[in-house]
T-cell receptor
Framework: GQQLNQSPQSMFIQEGEDVSMNCTSSSIFNTWLWYKQDPGEGPVLLIALYKAGELTSNGRLTAQFGITRKDSFLNISASIPSDVGIYFCAGPSVLDSNYQLIWGAGTKLIIKP | DSGVTQTPKHLITATGQRVTLRCSPRSGDLSVYWYQQSLDQGLQFLIQYYNGEERAKGNILERFSAQQFPDLHSELNLSSLELGDSALYFC?????????????FGSGTRLTVV
């Protein structure tokens, strides 16, 4: 089946720093979704990407749909304490008639005190 | 508030017991998905219901079962509980039976088995 590999697994950053994380697959996806999970809460959809090469912003967040359709990137500019949490990428499986979401393992963002 | 309601928020129970987790999907959503998230782990898909019918099954143990009722709320039943079943259980919903537009998640039920 399809798999998504997310990196890095975790990141320690200083407040104010820019952050980059990515999600890759050996097979293509037609949609990429980026979710954020705050501690003890459910994931919330941040950005959805539907077209290869697409670049979409949501405030300080910017995500890109890779032109090969096998990867996606999420950037956070000028990080603040409330950016702490786990960021998941996800994509509907093209091998599944239900287009079940395939999930990355997540990138945990921690702000250094 | 995402519109997906899960109850209870916390549950503590003993090994061997049985519990029921409840989920009300967002208004207008016909599909319900159940996920399990163990400590510092990713999201493990358990099962999906669409308009009352089971649509897809993931890594759901035989001790676990679920159903979706005519009013579209869903229940996840966990029986013969083991310590390893301690986890966050999330319910998510979507309008269609497909994941193309993503899912909306509830706040989860934290299950602790002692």
């Amino acid at each position: 089946g399809q798999q998504l590999n997310q990196s890095p697994q975790s990141m320690f950053i200083q407040e104010g720093e820019d952050v980059s994380m990515n999600c890759t697959s050996s097979s293509i996806f037609n949609t990429w979704l980026w979710y954020k999970q705050d501690p003890g809460e459910g994931p919330v959809l941040l950005i959805a990407l539907y077209k290869a090469g697409e670049l979409t912003s949501n405030g300080r967040l910017t995500a890109q749909f890779g032109i090969t359709r096998k990867d996606s990137f999420l950037n956070i500019s000028a990080s603040i304490p409330s950016d702490v949490g786990i960021y998941f990428c996800a994509g509907p499986s093209v091998l599944d008639s239900n287009y079940q979401l395939i999930w990355g393992a997540g990138t945990k963002l921690i702000i250094k005190p | 508030d995402s519109g997906v309601t899960q109850t209870p928020k916390h549950l503590i129970t003993a090994t061997g017991q049985r519990v029921t987790l409840r989920c009300s999907p967002r208004s207008g959503d016909l599909s319900v998905y159940w996920y399990q998230q163990s400590l510092d782990q990713g999201l493990q898909f358990l099962i999906q219901y669409y308009n009352g019918e089971e649509r897809a099954k993931g890594n759901i143990l035989e001790r676990f079962s679920a159903q979706q009722f005519p009013d579209l709320h869903s229940e996840l039943n966990l029986s013969s509980l083991e310590l390893g079943d301690s986890a966050l259980y999330f319910c998510a919903s979507s309008v269609s039976g497909q994941g193309l537009g993503g899912y909306t998640f509830g706040s989860g039920t934290r299950l602790t088995v002692v």
